[in-house]
């Protein structure tokens, strides 16, 4: 039976990726809407065999009737982690639901920080398969350290109840540190491998912000899309894949520790000129302040944004199909290919001040 399957998110790093490899992914017939916020975005979603859907996310009124009109039964939430309007779209499918009476579907992209030491999570390793996430996700808003850890912990959790009472199936999909070059239309680079860069360029060093060797989970981004299209090959298919409280997924291979990160990339931007020693030192407080100057960010979040421990271990993917192409290992050998991929866009995007004299190239 053909689905319509709506995704939000499309002109992102990770959107735009699944967009592109979903449409050789060889999927069962579906039709998929992609929305957009201009013409432009629109000839672009186009070319991967996608309808362009107008629409402005923050109107819930206009989202429900996009998704009832449409005969909308699969979302994909690429668009924000920390969206409270959640609740009207899987209200939207529950009506469609009712109308087709096909089972409907709302996967909401989130982060792995939500299942870190930033979020109050265990730091005993736990999988994405663990059948007391819920509990834990349930007893973070509120002593979360980070209030904006809370509120992520609060979405994943309003998704889950708000699916249940309505009938919808949820999944809650957890990005981690994605690395590579984006395929899509839009953003090519990465949110983690470029603070690290930011971060360097600010203060000419690569700095640790944690005591010991903390590790968290990585993965390639088309290893990331290609979990995406898993899930929805095996909800298309009418396999049970695990939804709601069993609908957590973590994509990644594995851990690497946030050191080995700095040093390999420390040694491509010393290779560029763009730090001046590849070593890796403890930040201090000055450092921390300069760092959040190059990052946009105060310097309380730049710890948040650049080290912290995540136990998590993705163990759900695989289970269900999925194969991921590259290992864990595999950013620290594609940190020089990272580096430069990120100071190129950096530098053609302008997005922030590049001290005078930096080369950003060999």
């Known amino acids: 039976m053909s689905r319509n399957i709506l995704i939000t998110g499309a002109s992102g790093y990770l959107g735009g990726t699944f967009l592109k490899l979903l449409k050789d992914a060889g999927l069962p017939a579906h039709k998929i809407y992609a929305v957009v916020r201009s013409d432009k975005q629109a000839e672009a979603v186009e070319q991967y065999n996608a309808s362009p859907l107008s629409l402005d996310v923050s109107n819930t009124d206009a ?36 109308h087709t009476g096909q089972d409907v ?85 990465s949110i983690q491998t470029v603070a690290v860069v930011k971060a360097a360029v600010a203060t000419r060093r690569v700095y640790k912000v944690d005591e010991g060797r903390p590790t968290w989970p990585v993965c390639h981004v088309e290893d990331n899309s290609t979990l995406y299209i898993e899930i929805l090959r095996g909800i298309l298919e009418g396999r049970d894949i695990g939804s709601g409280e069993n609908g957590y997924f973590l994509a990644s291979p594995g851990s690497v520790a946030w050191d080995d990160i700095y040093a ?17 030192v403890k930040a201090d407080k000055t450092a921390l302040e300069k760092m959040g100057e190059g990052m946009d960010c105060p310097a309380d979040f730049v710890p948040m944004q650049l080290g912290g421990l995540c136990t998590w271990v993705p163990k759900h993917g695989k289970k269900i199909g999925w194969k991921p ?38």
């Open 105 to 189: 579907h709302f996967l909401l992209t989130t982060g792995a920080k939500l299942f870190s030491s930033h979020a109050g999570a265990p730091t005993d390793p736990f999988s994405d398969t663990d059948p007391s996430l819920l509990s834990i996700q349930q007893s973070q808003p509120g002593k979360a350290p980070i209030d904006a850890m809370g509120l992520g912990a609060h979405c994943n959790n309003l998704v889950i109840a708000t699916a249940k009472a309505h009938g919808v199936k949820s999944y809650i999909f957890a990005p981690c540190i994605v690395y590579g070059r984006g395929l899509g239309f839009g953003n090519k680079i």
């Open 63 to 98: 989202v429900s009737t996009a998704i009832i009109d449409n005969n909308i039964s699969i979302i994909y939430h690429l668009h924000n982690p920390l969206d409270t309007s959640t609740p009207a779209w899987i209200k939207a499918l529950a009506t469609v639901k009712q």
């Open 325 to 362: 192409k590259y290992a864990a290992e595999h950013i620290l050998e594609a940190a020089d290919a990272e580096v430069e991929l990120i100071l190129e866009h950096l530098e053609n995007a302008r997005s922030y001040a590049i001290p005078k004299g930096t080369p950003l190239k060999q």
């Open 264 to 280: 390999a990339m420390g040694k491509a931007l010393k290779k560029r000129g763009v730090v001046d020693d590849e070593t890796v």
